[in-house]
């Protein structure tokens, strides 16, 4: 069963911007906080932005200012803003809820590269 499904990702140069979106099964999105992770080559996944189901965010450092996360609840669906990207910013993006609990099985996520 697919739940999570993640687009948007490419490859872009060093200040650039990206938009991904992540469209979610109803019994994972519904009511749950979500997060977007990713994970680069070598390293763990990593949690780098959130949103709860009334729209409140939060941010790694790493990301801070320079992402935007939000959720469309009538479509099931949370985006990233990705803008002033930068080279450390590569990987590839998934997004789930927060809880573990609520977590869906992990979609196939999407690339970001950031060279130039």
């Known amino acids: 069963q697919v739940q999570l499904v993640e687009s948007g990702g490419g490859l872009v140069q060093p200040g650039g911007s990206l938009r991904l979106s992540c469209a979610a099964s109803?019994?994972?999105?519904?009511?749950?906080?979500m997060g977007w992770y990713r994970q680069a080559p070598g390293r763990r996944r990593e949690l780098v932005a959130t949103?709860?189901?009334?729209?409140?965010?939060g941010y790694a450092d790493s990301v801070k200012g320079r992402f935007t996360i939000s959720r469309d609840n009538a479509k099931n669906i949370v985006y990233l803003q990705m803008n002033n990207l930068k080279p450390e910013d590569t990987a590839v993006y998934y997004c789930?809820?927060?809880?573990?609990?609520?977590?869906?099985?992990w979609g196939q996520g999407t690339q970001v590269t950031v060279s130039s």
């Open positions: 109803g019994s994972v999105f519904s009511g749950n906080a």
């Open positions: 789930n809820a927060v809880a573990a609990g609520f977590a869906g099985n």
């Open positions: 949103v709860t189901a009334n729209g409140n965010t």
